[in-house]
């Protein structure tokens, strides 16, 4: 399973982005999708997950800014953000979450893509 993320770039604060995740196989047995971020010096940090259920979390630094959804038609997972900060500034990575038994789970990562926002 390949994830391929896209959709990073420059923008000013206050402005929109959305990043793209499309997953190279089918998704029927995912359990879950989400994005990390990492700025420059920092720990990654969990910013929202999507579960196959439809349940969503967010860190409370996105809350009411991000929303992260879906389209199983496309296999790709979306994160809107909206409202952008500088300090949102860092390097989004996607995964998904497979199911291949009750037993067998299986971690993807997408490659990052950088998110620079300007003050």
């Known amino acids: 399973v390949q994830l391929q993320a896209s959709g990073g770039g420059l923008v000013q604060a206050g402005g929109s982005l959305r990043l793209s995740c499309a997953a190279s196989?089918?998704?029927?047995?995912?359990?879950?999708v989400g994005w990390y971020r990492q700025a420059p010096g920092k720990e990654r940090d969990l910013v929202a997950t999507?579960?196959?259920?439809?349940?969503?979390n967010y860190a409370d630094s996105v809350k009411g800014r991000f929303t992260i959804s879906r389209d199983n038609a496309k296999n790709t997972v979306y994160l809107q953000m909206n409202s952008l900060k500088p300090e949102d500034t860092a390097v989004y990575s996607c995964?998904?979450?497979?199911?291949?038994?009750?037993?067998?789970?299986?971690?993807?990562w997408g490659q990052g893509t950088q998110v620079t926002v300007s003050s």
């Open positions: 995964y998904a979450d497979y199911k291949y038994s009750s037993l067998t789970f299986v971690r993807y």
């Open positions: 196989e089918s998704d029927f047995s995912i359990i879950g």
């Open positions: 999507l579960s196959s259920g439809g349940v969503t």
